[in-house]
């Protein structure tokens, strides 16, 4: 593995960092001595997952409570922020809902689309123009299987991450030029809180997160985009194979095994 600290600088960013794979991404870059900023909305399980990485680890970590959907988000990060060279950004921060499109509350879709793809924009834009000014950084995008195929049910969460997915991609071309290193995780299901939040039964076979946040970090510097696991990867190359309608009714069958209904 890369020798994070050498290559990106003291700083990592984390966003989603109270639990499931933010979380396991901040004990992964703790273990190569960078420095944290943790960010979520749940203040309580920041400051315990900071307590216990700063006394394993002896880094420095900094909590920052913080609702991504609220519109002028990126003040406050930029606020704490201000002095530290961020050399990695994870953008991980995100949720799902599932059930029907129209009987959905559109406030919380909207909120969905600022969480998942406005702060991930907004925060790419910023750290990414001082990376590439700095002539180094990474940046670590969040999206999933699911932004490889239409899926009815969880239809705009899977829609946002596509957004994430193609704003990773371009981005890793863009950003090669200024030795800022991008990669984009596409995780299958994966042992967190996200389905309880997006209201779907567990998926059988979910993986643990410490592989799936294993293979991003692995991925980052070599690869536009990584899926973990060697079902999650297969289903990719098949999905891609299959005609987009094909796809979609499968996704379709899936979520009504899965999802509300
Ligand atoms: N688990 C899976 O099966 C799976 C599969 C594919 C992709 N993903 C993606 O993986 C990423 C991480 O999700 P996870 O699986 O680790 O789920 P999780 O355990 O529910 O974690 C989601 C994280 O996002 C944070 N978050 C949600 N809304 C936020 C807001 N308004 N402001 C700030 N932070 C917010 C949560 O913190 P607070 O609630 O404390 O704010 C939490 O730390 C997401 O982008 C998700 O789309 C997950």
Known sequence: MTDFRNRYGAWALITGASSGLGAEFARQLAAQKLDLILVARRADRLKELATALKLEHGIQVKVVPL????????????????KLNIGLVVNNAGFGMSGEFTENNLDYELRMLDVNCRAPLIIAHEYGK???????GGIIMVS?????????????YAATKVYDLLLGEGLWYEM???GVDVVT?????????FSNVAETKPVPGAMPAPPVVA???DALGHKPYVTAGFK?????????????????RIAAQIMKKLGRS
């Not at 001082?130 to 180094?136: E, K, L, Q, V």
């Not at 005609?243 to 979609?248: N, Q």
């Open 67 to 82: 609702d991504l959907a609220k519109p002028n988000f990126i003040a406050t990060l930029k606020k704490h922020t201000a």
């Open 130 to 136: 001082i990376m590439a000014s700095h002539r180094r």
């Open 144 to 156: 999933s299987v699911v932004s490889f195929q239409a899926v009815p049910y969880m239809t705009h």
């Open 176 to 178: 090669k030029k200024y």
């Open 185 to 193: 995780l596409c995780p299958g299901a994966t042992e967190t809180e």
């Open 215 to 217: 293979a991003a970090l």
């Open 232 to 248: 999650n990867k297969f289903m990719v190359f098949m999905t891609r194979l299959a005609p987009r309608s094909m796809s979609t």
